[in-house]
């Protein structure tokens, strides 16, 4: 299994990215879908997750109105749109799979199966 994140890099206060995120080597129908980040000296948190259908989509709240997750089954492919960034979003962001998923809105790090390398995004004041 392979998820390979893309999209990051240097924008400024205000600007918008859209990361993505392929998966290979796996049914990606099959998985919840979710987007973590860590900043320096911060624990790994919780971003948007999105249920096999698309149905379901949950945010933390630092990021609600601002970050949609979305997903393409046909290509293997999960996004995240960020508009209206700010400094405290720079981070490393991740994207990760998961095969069973309740639909709680609590979904720790260690519930997911795999994971990918992560990008980069800075955001500059």
């Known amino acids: 299994v392979q998820l390979q994140a893309s999209g990051g890099g240097l924008v400024q206060a205000g600007g918008s990215l859209r990361l993505s995120c392929a998966a290979s080597?796996?049914?990606?129908?099959?998985?919840?879908m979710a987007w973590f980040r860590q900043a320096p000296g911060k624990d790994r948190e919780f971003v948007a997750i999105?249920?096999?259908?698309?149905?379901?989509?949950y945010y933390a709240d630092s990021v609600k109105g601002r970050f949609t997750i979305s997903r393409d089954n046909a290509k293997n492919t999960v996004y995240l749109q960020m508009i209206s960034l700010k400094p405290e979003d720079t981070a490393v962001y991740y994207c990760?799979?998961?095969?069973?998923?309740?639909?709680?809105?609590?979904?720790?790090?260690?519930?997911?199966?795999?994971w990918g390398q992560g990008t980069q995004v800075t955001v500059s004041s």
């Open positions: 999105i249920n096999r259908s698309s149905a379901i989509t």
């Open positions: 990760a799979a998961r095969r069973t998923w309740s639909g709680s809105r609590v979904t720790p790090a260690y519930e997911y199966d795999y």
């Open positions: 080597g796996m049914t990606f129908s099959s998985y919840a």
